[in-house]
């Protein structure tokens, strides 16, 4: 079952390997003869999941004192389609069985201690989630929860997904994850600590009513924070009580909406600022301007009429307590859940002085939820995509995604300000004059072949060059390459096309993402950077139209206070949460019934990854070798390398043994004159048993490593002076000195380099060894 989860076996091609064991065992064997038989076995060491109908108006579940009704509480339409099948049915994997299995694992067991009996605790550097001051304002706030290391905090996170990609129907499914953040930031967002906990069914999302499917689910919660659950600790070897806590939500913005019930969309979209949000109604659009209000209250830009053509008077937008908004929410309307067609509730327009809030979370019924100093994370990587995307679009002058339109001139021109941008009239028609910001079509060419030119490093991006378009634009860039293009090419690429005032404001914007991102965050840089997005915001405000200032692009002003109360964003984003949704959708097999398929393979996929841990001599996922084996990064690893060497022994490498020649004859071919000749007579003597000349360079390569070995050998019997120390030390490698890449790179440059060999070996003894061979 490993094998087939590892490869992505079929069923079928599974089953004709079972048929073919047992044929080939003794008679009388118990080996499984089917799929349906080993699921049958596993499903002893599974956890399993619930079933739970739900109302094809996503009205209600049938679950808890709804358990056994016939129609739907709210809409009171039918539960069933006919003969007790419902129309929709909501899998849940119960979390406490899971959690507790964490502990009950010698693996698992002593990594969910690690946040306070490993982390060192630095004072204003953060690495990890309890670095930050959120979660050390949930200790102070619960100590009795915080003083025991085995306390879960988990963080939530969902989204959607279409699982029928490749085909036009509309689908939409969003799982529902855990991650526990107890584990060390390299365990933390590693797919196999990923829990799994409610497959909320298509085929519309949820939308407001993501509360009704979370309800199970809360329940639990309340019973993990309130009674606890008996458990076993394996690393201690003794029981003890579990408790469990959900200290955030991870989402994109539109899912951001569905967890908290503020609705961001329209001129209140911010969840940060709420209704003290900057925002402007422009041609057509709402755009988000207005950062002068983050500045001091004597700043010089305050007055500057350049930027809207109004000074800034308002203050800066204020911090809001869960306390504040429970006040807030306690005076919203309750409205039916569902889309029935008869909920008149759902088409209610929402008054001109009402906030933004739709509803209150269901996740304020968990008693610590309005103490969180965070309950719901921004995510950094959607952030990323949008204003990279902005960026590019609008300096390419992209037909779809430019900023600088003809409403835009039109915009400034309502303004007021940089009457330079205003529509020209001329022979009766109206033109859109060129922007300083934006390339020309000759300047689009030569960033675009730039582009093209890039190389990286492989497994550090994908092909970005095959983002050009036929247009001289970027299309189709994923999360991914947004992220890599704007913190790493973008500063580089624009350089040669912008004046130098645009070219500094965005490169200390790429720069501030590039920061923003790092594994080790520092507190007093991001009090700094607090400051400097806003003077970047306010730059930018100067250069391009209102109409490039979309939520996306505002809320980068609020990253780096996120980052100080919840730590370093990579365990905070939905990159590894995205990997898992098309890991998801992998699983899919029987398109009639995507969730069933789903819920099935990661059930064995569980099973399976839990009981490879106990498994060593085959390849698992937890000790399959990288993709680039050759390049390590910790000494640790450098060092398990050069022991996996030795045990295979100097006179055989295995699977190494092919880039060991690599390295032995680029050093013999590489050590200049004093190799010269003995390479020329080693070509003569092959010449003079008749080998053709085009074969010579591939024969000599073979065979001149044991010729040239033989040859010193020889001469120094011989005591010829030929034989110097340096070449027949040359001549012996590998043996039981030369048995890792460093030491046979650092050899071979020090023979030919002499005393000009430290910078070299110094760089060649480091991480680097694999790829200064291949280079």
């Known amino acids: ?147 025991d290391s085995r306390s879960v905090r988990l963080g939530l996170s969902s989204d959607g997904f279409n699982p029928f990609s490749n085909m036009t129907t509309t689908h939409s499914m969003w799982p529902v994850i855990l991650m526990p953040y107890n584990m060390p930031p390299w365990c933390t967002m590693h797919k196999s600590n990923y829990l799994l906990s409610l497959l909320i069914p298509g085929p519309k999302s949820p939308g407001k009513d993501f509360d009704v499917f979370l309800r199970p689910l809360v329940d639990e919660l309340k019973v993990l924070w309130r009674d606890g659950v008996e458990a076993y600790d394996a690393y201690s070897k003794a029981p003890f ?77 204020r911090q809001f307590t869960g306390d504040d908004i429970l006040r807030q929410v306690a005076d919203i309307p309750t409205c039916t859940t569902g889309k029935a067609p008869s909920n008149v509730d759902r088409k209610r327009k929402r008054g001109s002085d009402e906030l933004n809030w739709s509803k209150k979370s269901i996740l304020f019924e968990l008693p610590y939820w309005s103490k969180l100093l965070v309950r719901h994370n921004l995510d950094v990587m959607h952030i990323e995509k949008n204003v990279c995307d902005n960026i590019v679009g609008t300096l390419l002058n992209d037909l779809v995604k430019s900023k600088d339109t003809t409403k835009a001139c039109l915009d400034l021109e309502d303004l007021n300000i940089r009457k330079e941008q205003w529509l020209k009239e001329r022979n009766g028609r109206f033109e859109k004059p060129h922007a300083n910001f934006t390339l020309t079509k000759d300047e689009c060419v030569e960033f675009c072949k730039f582009i093209k030119s890039v190389r990286l490093p492989d497994g550090y991006a994908s092909n970005i060059s095959r983002c050009v378009t036929d247009h001289n634009t970027l299309g189709g860039m994923k999360t991914h390459d947004c992220h890599v293009l704007l913190q790493k090419i973008l500063p580089v690429a624009i350089l040669p096309f912008l004046n130098k005032d645009i070219c500094e404001t965005l490169i200390e914007f790429c720069q501030f993402f590039q920061k923003i991102c790092s594994k080790t965050l520092y507190a007093k840089e991001l009090e700094d950077m607090k400051t400097g997005i806003v003077i970047i915001l306010c730059k930018l405000e100067k250069i391009f139209p209102p109409s490039f200032f979309t939520i996306m692009v505002h809320l980068c002003v609020h990253l780096p206070e996120e980052a100080l109360l919840g730590g370093p964003v990579s365990q905070r984003w939905m990159f590894g949460i995205e990997r898992r949704m098309g890991t998801y959708k992998g699983y899919i097999r029987n398109f009639a019934r995507p969730d069933g398929s789903i819920t099935e393979a990661y059930v064995v996929d569980e099973v399976v990854t839990f009981l490879s841990r106990y498994v060593d001599d085959i390849e698992t996922r937890f000790n399959r070798a990288e993709r680039n084996w050759d390049v390590t990064t910790t000494k640790h690893e450098m060092d398990l390398f050069n022991n996996k060497v030795r045990t295979l022994g100097a006179s055989k490498f295995g699977q190494l043994g092919e880039y060991l020649e690599v390295v032995q004859w680029y050093i013999y071919n590489n050590c200049g004159v004093e190799l010269d000749s003995y390479l020329k007579e080693h070509k003569q003597a092959l010449s003079s048993r008749g080998i053709r000349e085009t074969n010579l360079d591939t024969i000599q390569k073979q065979e001149f490593p044991f010729w040239f070995k033989n040859k010193m050998a020889l001469l120094r019997v011989n005591g010829d002076p030929r034989a110097t120390d340096d070449l027949y030390a040359l001549s012996q490698f590998p043996d039981d000195r030369y048995t890792s890449w460093q030491s046979c790179i650092v050899h071979g440059v020090r023979f030919r380099c002499k005393e000009r060999d430290d910078k070299f070996t110094t760089q060649c003894s480091g991480v680097s060894v694999g790829v200064k061979m291949k280079q």
């Open 241 to 317: 009580t579990l408790y469990a806590a959900v200290i955030w939500t991870i989402s994109d913005f539109p899912a951001y909406a569905y967890l908290s019930g503020w609705s961001t969309m329209g001129k209140l979209a911010c969840p940060i600022c709420l209704e003290d949000t900057r925002s402007n109604r422009i041609r057509g659009k709402q755009c988000y301007t207005g950062h002068r209000c983050f500045l001091s209250k004597t700043h010089r830009w305050r007055k500057n009429l350049e930027f809207d053509g109004k000074q800034e008077k308002r203050q800066r937008p």
């Open 1 to 147: 079952m490993n094998f087939k989860v590892m490869s992505k076996w079929t069923d079928n091609s599974f089953e004709m390997l079972l048929r073919m064991l047992h044929g080939v065992l003794p008679a009388g064997n118990n080996c499984p003869q089917s799929y349906y038989d080993i699921r049958m076995l596993l499903c002893e060491a599974g956890l399993g999941y619930e079933l739970i109908d739900v109302c094809q108006y996503d009205c209600a579940i049938f679950y808890g004192d709804n358990k056994d009704a016939i129609t739907c509480p709210v809409c009171q339409s039918s539960r069933y389609v006919r003969n007790k099948i419902a129309y929709k049915k909501l899998r849940y994997f119960p979390i406490t069985p899971r959690l507790k299995r964490l502990y009950a694992s010698r693996h698992t067991a002593k990594d969910m201690r690690w946040h306070k009996e490993v982390r060192k605790d630095e004072q204003g550097v953060l690495r990890h989630p309890a670095d930050g001051r959120a979660w050390k304002h949930f200790d102070d706030m619960y100590p009795k929860f915080a003083d």
